[in-house]
């Protein structure tokens, strides 16, 4: 599938996240979340080959952010990501139970106090398109984003032209709430994004939360 992914730059929008009732020091906090056939954790340096090639294919790269130009960089940028926790980001690595190769990231913004509000976007490797990855992924992280995290509404822009991460986000539950005009640039050019949001409420009432699918560690 084409990628989804924040609007700020991959610099920004890579660093880990400290919850606001957790110790910034706390390098662990973030719990790992595990589905039938996947298993998101932590960003690690040796991340940083998977990532670049995910993020450079050209099927991938035409709707996102430039990523660090080579692996050397992308490992020094994960490195540092690591050490500048906020308290405003996370960001997932999503790997497939029995291999820990990263093939694709999560990223979740808050965009209010508290994690009221928040932002997400993802990429998954071309490889994994129509396998289901995406779809459990996402699901793990709803269901973090909303019963653990107590986000109220989350939001994600997605260029007008990524019909694949439109509809990858509708599917999801997302509702398309407007087109943000030329307010994405990529590969040089201004793109015009589509503005998507979920609401916990209405999320809450389209699933059977009595049946978590969620494992955290």
Not at 12 to 25: I, K
Not at 95 to 114: C, M, Y
Not at 179 to 185: A, E, H, T
Request: aromatic content about 8%; overall charge positive.
């Amino acid at each position: 599938m084409n990628s989804t992914i924040l609007r700020s730059e991959l610099e920004t929008a890579l660093q880990p996240v400290s919850r606001a009732s957790t110790p910034v020091e706390d390098h662990d906090w973030l719990p790992v979340l595990e589905g039938r056939h996947v298993v998101l954790r932590t960003l690690r340096p040796s991340d940083a080959a998977s990532l670049h090639g995910l993020l450079t294919a050209p099927e991938v790269a035409r709707f996102v952010s430039s990523p660090p130009a080579t692996v050397d960089a992308f490992e020094k940028f994960i490195v540092k990501a690591n050490r500048q926790r906020s308290s405003k980001y996370i960001c997932y690595a999503v790997t497939l139970k029995g291999s820990d190769v990263a093939i694709g990231l999560f990223q979740i913004r808050e965009t209010e106090p508290n994690f009221q509000a928040a932002e997400w976007g993802f990429a998954i490797g071309s490889a994994f398109w129509g396998t289901g990855v995406f779809t459990e992924s996402a699901q793990l992280v709803l269901q973090f984003v909303f019963l653990t995290l107590g986000v109220h509404r989350l939001e994600a822009r997605a260029a007008v032209r990524n019909g694949r991460g439109g509809r990858a986000l509708q599917k999801m539950g997302a509702v398309q709430e407007g087109v943000l005009r030329k307010s994405f640039v990529c590969n040089g050019q201004y793109l015009d994004q589509v503005l998507y949001a979920i609401i916990k409420d209405d999320w809450c009432a389209s699933r059977e939360i009595g049946r978590p699918a969620l494992v955290l560690h």
